[in-house]
T-cell receptor
Framework: ETGVTQSPTHLIKTRGQQVTLRCSSQSGHNTVSWYQQALGQGPQFIFQYYREEENGRGNFPPRFSGLQFPNYSSELNVNALELDDSALYLC?????????????FGPGTRLTVL | QQQVKQSPQSLIVQKGGISIINCAYENTAFDYFPWYQQFPGKGPALLIAIRPDVSEKKEGRFTISFNKSAKQFSLHIMDSQPGDSATYFCAASHRGRGGADGLTFGKGTHLIIQP
């Protein structure tokens, strides 16, 4: 186990609603990254937070936002849900923000948008 | 634009055989190439990683071969076991850009090891 936990495990929402997903990083890891994994695809980078600031973002619209807290917890918020947002959402923590730092993934939250 | 192309999409290997998964990348700025293993219901877990200053890295039964000029890298699993049945992802990143781009993943290979 990586020591990275996520909640909830599964979530069902309706189009247009808002959702908050939560992640608890490994102790001592000051960097968290979020990924979206569609069925049968590889994870896609959403954004990264380092010391509570957004450090980088992939090709995702602003309705995807995040927060990182000093206690190694973080959140992914998605507004105005669309059907295509249905996916497994993964958080990954790392010691630092370098592209070469090992990222330790949590088990993910399965989001279904109806 | 798919920056990391992975093949095959699925692979069936007999127990004790060699499993080979290939990846090709386009972005010459990539300089860190990890492989992740994912079991159903779990997040990806780092298996082995390589940097482009070496052509091969071996850890136990797992070996990465890297060809910088061809912009290709591959994972070899020797003496494949049923417990190796999982989905494997290659990935790439640019260490210098840090978190700005994250990891770029291939689409994955579903590996089945038959007893």
């Amino acid at each position: 186990e990586t020591g990275v936990t996520q909640s909830p495990t599964h979530l069902i929402k309706t189009r247009g609603q808002q959702v908050t997903l939560r992640c608890s990083s490994q102790s001592g890891h000051n960097t968290v990254s979020w990924y979206q994994q569609a069925l049968g695809q590889g994870p896609q980078f959403i954004f990264q937070y380092y010391r509570e600031e957004e450090n980088g973002r992939g090709n995702f619209p602003p309705r995807f936002s995040g927060l990182q807290f000093p206690n190694y917890s973080s959140e992914l918020n998605v507004n105005a849900l669309e059907l295509d947002d249905s996916a497994l959402y993964l958080c990954a923590s790392s010691l630092g923000p370098s592209g070469g730092d090992t990222q330790y993934f949590g088990p993910g939250t399965r989001l279904t948008v109806l | 634009q798919q920056q990391v192309k992975q093949s095959p999409q699925s692979l069936i290997v007999q127990k004790g055989g060699i499993s080979i998964i290939n990846c090709a990348y386009e972005n010459t700025a990539f300089d860190y190439f990890p492989w992740y293993q994912q079991f159903p219901g779990k997040g990806p877990a780092l298996l082995i990683a390589i940097r482009p200053d070496v052509s091969e890295k071996k850890e136990g039964r797992f070996t990465i071969s890297f060809n910088k000029s061809a912009k290709q890298f591959s994972l070899h699993i020797m003496d494949s076991q049923p417990g190796d049945s999982a989905t494997y992802f290659c990935a790439a990143s640019h260490r210098g850009r840090g978190g700005a781009d994250g990891l770029t993943f291939g689409k994955g290979t579903h590996l089945i090891i038959q007893p």
